[in-house]
């Protein structure tokens, strides 16, 4: 448990039993026996089919987080921003993908000082120019920088979309001092979400399939690549029977949303994951019959195409809608019991990442009981 400090107005309430429901809100609240529950199956998982597993750190962006994770099993975790890397790192998170381009002149800097002091770090790059640069930075720290390179499967992001271009690369890298060729990168999460646990294995054996073509030839040429990484929450069962990939880049398995809620993970256990991270939020306002309003809109949940969905409390399975920067509301209907003014509902973010970037901590619960405050170490963007 970390040391008490200015933890907000709930701090008080941090061991109290029955706290949960005591809760100013709004309030992000984060559920440790269901997430620890994900995380333990997907760490079975992974270790069965003997895949590799390199979860997204923005999804959390939280060290203590990422630390279970690694000491379930995973290999490190992957970082959108060198500020999400440097954080990882620096909190003791070992093995850091950082898997976008880092190309201005202070960020490689940074990183290579990063990367002089952190274990096992990747960065993917996708231009010979910023390889050089990358190296000339690196060769000043004497610390080699591992390298994969990105390649484009569909996703229309970062990535070289050209297979000579990749090689060319890759072996560019390989005589480069200062720098050294890890592997590939080959990730499109587009596909990741798809309902239908057939239709998303056709679609991602179409993903990896240029992927794998990729790797034949650089095998040909001597550099063959020991890390192939990509895929997500939605093909960590599918990636290792395709065998292209060498680990899994998962993310949202962790806590759960609406995106994902309904996505068929596996043939034998369709949905083992639990939702691990909420919204708590209480009806401010019952003055109009047909709908109730709530103190979370906007600015707790982010604005998403797809609506918060209300797991539990007395509006369970109704409507909620984002109608104000710091309000919600809920139509009342006959099939559903009127919450009165200050019930509180629970509700199921529509993208977990989007909206715990939105709030400084997690409160977290075990049952009905807030056991501890966690900072969200990683919200800067610098």
Known sequence: ??????????????????????????????????????????????????????????????????????????LGVCCATLAEAEVMADGGVPGVLLFSSVVSETKINRLAALNARAEGLLVAVDDATNVDQLAHAARGTATELRMLVDYEVGGRRTGIADEDTAIALAKHISTTEGVEFAGLQGYYGGLQRTPDYDERTRLQAMCVAPLARLVERLSAEGLAPAIVTGGGSGTYQIDPVQGVL???????????????????????????????????????????????????????????????????????????????????????????VRPGVGEALECVTPHCYATLNLYNAYHCVRGNTLVDIWPIDARAQW
Do not use: W
């Open 246 to 336: 060498t680990e899994n880049q998962s993310g949202t398995y962790i806590f759960m949303d609406v995106n994902y809620i309904d996505t068929v993970f596996e043939r034998e256990i369709p949905h083992p994951f639990e939702v691990a991270l909420l919204v708590r939020t209480t009806v401010i306002s019952a003055s109009n019959p047909d709908y109730v309003v709530t103190d979370a809109g906007l600015k707790e949940f982010a604005r998403e195409a797809l609506a918060p969905r209300i797991l539990s409390g007395p509006a369970a399975g109704a409507l909620y809608e984002l109608i104000g920067d710091d309000l919600g509301r809920v139509a009342t209907t006959p099939d559903c």
């Open 1 to 74: 448990m970390q040391s008490i400090g200015d933890l907000g107005p709930n701090e008080r309430l941090i061991g109290v039993e029955g706290s949960r429901s005591s809760l100013s809100t709004p309030v992000l609240l984060l559920d440790l026996d269901r997430m620890e529950r994900n995380i333990t199956h997907m760490a079975a998982r992974t270790r069965q089919s003997g895949h590799g597993l390199r979860p997204v750190a923005k999804i959390h962006k939280s060290i203590e987080i990422a630390k279970r994770q690694v000491a379930a099993g995973a």
